[in-house]
């Protein structure tokens, strides 16, 4: 029974890096003008909006990085790390 939810914890964990990664990844091609015609970003768009777009409501609501700044990414990232954290079986 260890085994398997070990197996779960590290399949949990590597899901949620790859999710943190795509994240960043939206945030730094973002950055650039013409990332909108992208592929890979309309995907990344695809993937990561539907977490992202209730953090950026709440900041809204909040009147958190309202304006210039999008820190809905920053929001995602500090979540997401202790939940990392607390899986069992995984050292981080």
Avoid: H, Q
């Amino acid at each position: 029974m260890e085994i398997i939810i070990t197996l779960l914890s590290n399949i949990i964990f590597l899901l949620l890096c790859v999710f943190e990664s795509a994240v960043w990844v939206r945030v730094i091609l973002g950055c650039f003008f013409a990332a909108d015609d992208s592929a890979l970003y309309r995907v990344l768009i695809f993937l990561t909006e539907p977490f992202l777009l209730p953090i950026r409501a709440l900041l809204d609501k909040m009147r958190i990085g309202g304006g210039l700044f999008d820190l809905s990414a920053i929001v995602c990232s500090a979540v997401m790390i202790p939940v990392m954290a607390i899986l069992p079986g995984v050292t981080v």
